[in-house]
């Protein structure tokens, strides 16, 4: 897809520099300039409003596929949080705490299973999102010790 919108855009500038070079006056040459500039605007919006749907979307999906993913486990079930970075583990999320980061940062457009925090964002976080007292307390011990952190998760593995 990427590949059609970058073809459109040079479409645009080829039609546009082509107007202009081929234009025998200023009046020519002013109207060729605006035209151009006014195809690629509504294009650029056009551009942009189609990968807002396309990322709206796709963030909804993941919400809706981590949601269904933790609620196939137990309410009470503790899910392992490691250090992206190091690979050290953190603690262990029950699953609401859990959904809780993934919607949030979700909305952000960030992944659903790495959640980057220090503590300036952590009071932001607080504000804006309320989360549950249980997961501000989690984070905040975590904070005390590193000062910032970015955490990921994986879905353990079910025995059968």
Known sequence: MQTIHNLIFIVILFAGFTGLLKSRNFTE???VSCATLALFVLYLAFYIRFETRKHRESTQKAIDENLA??????DNFPFKITDNISGDFVGELKRDDLFFLIKAFSE???KANDFYF?????ELFEK???PPESLIVFLKKILEKKGEIELH???PVKTL
């Open 29 to 31: 040459f002013a109207i």
């Open 69 to 74: 993913l933790l609620k196939s486990y137990p």
């Open 108 to 110: 952000e457009g960030m």
């Open 118 to 122: 220090l503590e300036e964002l952590l």
């Open 128 to 130: 804006e999102k309320k």
């Open 153 to 155: 998760w994986d879905a």
